[in-house]
């Protein structure tokens, strides 16, 4: 899909800065962008460091499976995220996700999540709205005491809307078919490691709308985005209860607009200040476009079967950062244990 042709129309009422990330074109750069978010808070209040964790909040999907503990191997985590742009935009984030011990079999996480934006003007003066839903079924097992493995298969439908003073410049529909391969290995005492790798495709349908008469019409444009994206990591128990996580990001997005590299680094520390009760975590991910992106938060558990994570992001997301300005986050996740 080109959207040449929906910045061309725009440039006649504004001007739409480009710089960051070599001009690319938005097709690629939104998806490069949602790819840093994660919807739990311990996570984004760590640097999104998260590939070698031991909790099922991670992104990959074999740390699910890894032992925990615990009294109760079950839970249900509800998440809250609020991303606000500086230039106006909002999205909303609900999910909730499920956690399921099926013993022999491995450890089942299904989840769910809904998008919303709010539908506001961009830096361009152009209303950008986007909506999408999520579904997914994850998978992992230990196949040895230091070895676990697991799988992801997720799916998301979702719209992207431009509009121009209230009047339907171009809407954008797609569907997301991603899978996901993990493992994690307790490679020393205190050193557990971990591999990710993603792949996914997203088909869309555009159509572009012909608002200032130019005799173009109404335009169809139909294309396919790919996005490969590998993710090693490394976690360092340095105290009880305290952990160092480090993550490399790197994954390559593409269609018929061009070829989008990303290469990303995230660290990040869970510091138990209270063992079992208190947590105090801060992190930080740094790109190969200079681009420097903060995040803090803190855990707290009310028990054995309830807890509640915060985290806080600054500009994570500046791959839409010409369009939107630079975003703040907010998360809240709770934890239910049964």
């Not at 690629?28 to 460091?49: E, H, K, M, T, W």
């Not at 609020?82 to 999910?95: H, K, M, N, R």
């Amino acid at each position: 899909m080109s959207w040449c042709a929906v910045f061309l129309t725009i440039a006649i009422v504004a001007s739409a800065p480009a710089e960051d990330f070599g001009g690319h074109d938005f097709t690629l750069r939104f998806p490069a962008a949602i790819s840093r978010f994660s919807s739990y808070a311990d996570v984004a209040a760590g640097g999104n460091a998260q590939a070698a964790s031991e909790w099922s909040s991670s992104v990959n999907p074999a740390s699910a499976a890894w032992p925990q503990d615990k009294q109760f191997k079950n839970g249900f985590a509800p998440q809250f995220t609020a991303i606000t742009f500086q230039e106006g935009t909002d999205l909303y984030v609900v999910s909730e996700a499920v956690t399921l011990d099926a013993g022999d079999w491995g450890v089942f996480l299904p989840a769910a999540a809904q998008i919303r934006s709010n539908e506001e003007d961009d830096s361009t003066g152009t209303q950008f709205g986007f909506d999408a839903d999520y579904g997914q079924i994850q998978w992992g097992k230990m196949i040895s005491p230091d070895l676990a493995i697991g799988a992801n298969f997720n799916f998301t439908s979702s719209q992207t809307k431009f509009d121009i003073s209230d009047t339907e410049l171009a809407r954008t529909n797609s569907e997301t078919y991603g899978f996901r391969l993990g493992a994690v290995h307790q490679t020393f005492e205190k050193v557990r490691t971990g591999v990710v790798f993603d792949y996914a495709f997203a088909p869309s349908r555009t159509e572009i709308r012909d608002i200032f008469g130019l005799g173009i019409g109404t335009q169809h444009i139909n294309d396919t985005t790919h996005q490969f994206l590998l993710r090693p990591g490394i976690a360092w128990e340095y105290a009880k209860g305290c952990d160092f996580y480090f993550d490399y990001q790197g994954g390559v997005f593409f269609n018929d607009t061009g070829t989008l590299w990303v290469h990303r680094f995230g660290a990040g520390v869970d510091h138990a200040l209270i063992e079992k009760i208190l947590f105090l975590r801060g992190g930080v991910v740094i790109d190969t476009e200079g681009t420097v992106s903060g995040t803090t938060g803190f855990g707290v558990s009310l028990g054995d079967r309830v807890s509640l994570d915060f985290a806080y992001q600054y500009n994570m997301f500046p791959e839409i950062r010409s369009e939107f300005g630079p975003a703040q986050t907010f998360t809240v996740s709770l934890s239910i244990a049964f």
